[in-house]
């Protein structure tokens, strides 16, 4: 348990178990969790109802942080990620428009709708099974105001799950899934967690919520990551093979048959000469064009998208990595 968790209501209830009402808690966190959710499901309706209202979008990325670290299995920074990757999108070092001529400052491109309270929650003695229910609603809630499409900024790759699986719900059956990372994170659990960020993809493959699930830039890979991989038939592209896989890779077309395509990103699939500020260091990956590569070409109706494991207490001074998560998050908005 981490030392948020240790801290306030925990704590409380730990001290004094047998004199705060079940109830006490229970209808307290319910209240913070409406008014949580709240904000989150207004300002997504406001933006919603703004694109509709000037016409001439089907899909604007959608900025909705995670900022989520505690189910990390080494270092927690990633829950301070989003607003350093909101800073970097904007920085003014860079102009506005992407590579691929989309102009950011264009809300038929791009929105937000703020962050997930999640360490006010946890505060309140909110625990994961909770947590990650108001991860999937708070996607639902985005997803529900057409033309806006989920553009997630973790936190730790736990998250992946909770948000997998409301883009599966709400479009009534699975995706296809790019997953660009180091690890293959389908531990059954980790330390005992199942909720863990090495897990992530255990459940959602156990859920169903996926179809195909491709792993690119895979190079932490142990029996069980391979064992697991072949139990629900993911097609793991290893580093060591990537001169022999690019041509496929960067021709990809997915999704056909399915209700769409999510891509999560692990920043930690990029070489960490491109992208220090990682928890885990893995030596030997893409670098920053290969990932545009693969991405641009890619052929895909892509529903749903995350950048997580950026780590800004691992970052350069001058945020080299932000810089690459904020690049990595316009890459994904394929409107
Ligand atoms: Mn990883």
């Known amino acids: 348990m981490s030392i948020i968790a240790k801290r306030g209501v925990h704590f409380m209830q730990k001290l004094n178990a047998a004199n705060v009402p079940a109830a006490l808690l229970e209808n307290g966190?319910?209240?913070?969790?409406?008014?949580?959710?709240?904000?989150?499901?207004?300002?997504?309706?406001?933006k919603g109802e703004l694109l509709r209202a000037l016409g001439g979008s089907v899909a604007s990325a959608s900025l909705l942080g995670v900022p989520l670290g505690h189910n990390s299995s080494f270092l927690q920074g990633p829950?301070?990620?989003?607003?350093?990757?909101?800073?970097?999108?904007?920085?003014?070092?860079?102009?506005?428009?992407?590579?691929?001529?989309?102009?950011?400052?264009?809300?038929?491109?791009?929105t937000d709708v703020g962050d997930v309270p999640i360490q006010e929650l946890r505060d309140c003695?909110?625990?994961?099974?909770?947590?990650?229910?108001?991860?999937?609603?708070?996607?639902?809630?985005?997803?529900?105001?057409?033309?806006l499409r989920p553009l997630v900024l973790g936190g730790?790759?736990?998250?992946?799950?909770?948000?997998?699986?409301?883009?599966?719900?709400?479009?009534?059956?699975p995706v296809d899934i790019l997953h660009l990372d180091a690890h293959p994170d389908i531990y059954h659990a980790f330390e005992g967690n199942k909720y863990s960020h090495a897990s992530s993809f255990a459940r959602i493959m156990e859920g169903g919520y996926a179809r195909r699930l491709l792993q690119v830039g895979i190079r932490s890979i142990n029996k069980e990551g391979r064992e697991q991989g072949q139990r629900f038939g993911v097609e793991q592209y290893e580093m060591r093979t990537f001169s022999r896989d690019r041509q496929m890779l960067e021709n990809l077309k997915l999704g056909e048959g399915v209700k769409g395509v999510y891509i999560s990103v692990d920043v930690d699939c990029l070489d960490p000469a491109f992208a220090p500020g990682v928890s885990h260091i893995e030596p030997g990956g893409l670098s920053f064009r290969d990932v545009l590569n693969i991405l641009h070409n890619l052929q895909a109706d892509v529903v749903a998208a995350d950048v997580v494991e950026f780590n800004p207490q691992r970052d350069t001074v001058d945020g080299m990595t932000a810089m690459v998560a904020a690049k990595l998050a316009d890459t994904l908005i394929t409107n």
């Open 125 to 147: 003695g909110v625990d994961d099974d909770k947590l990650m229910h108001i991860i999937s609603e708070s996607v639902k809630l985005v997803m529900e105001e057409y033309p």
């Open 79 to 110: 829950a301070f990620a989003p607003p350093r990757i909101r800073e970097a999108i904007w920085c003014g070092s860079t102009n506005s428009t992407t590579e691929e001529g989309k102009e950011l400052n264009d809300p038929r491109v791009l």
């Open 29 to 46: 966190q319910r209240r913070v969790i409406d008014a949580s959710l709240t904000l989150i499901r207004e300002r997504a309706k406001l």
């Open 156 to 173: 730790d790759h736990s998250i992946s799950f909770p948000v997998v699986r409301a883009v599966s719900e709400k479009l009534g059956g």
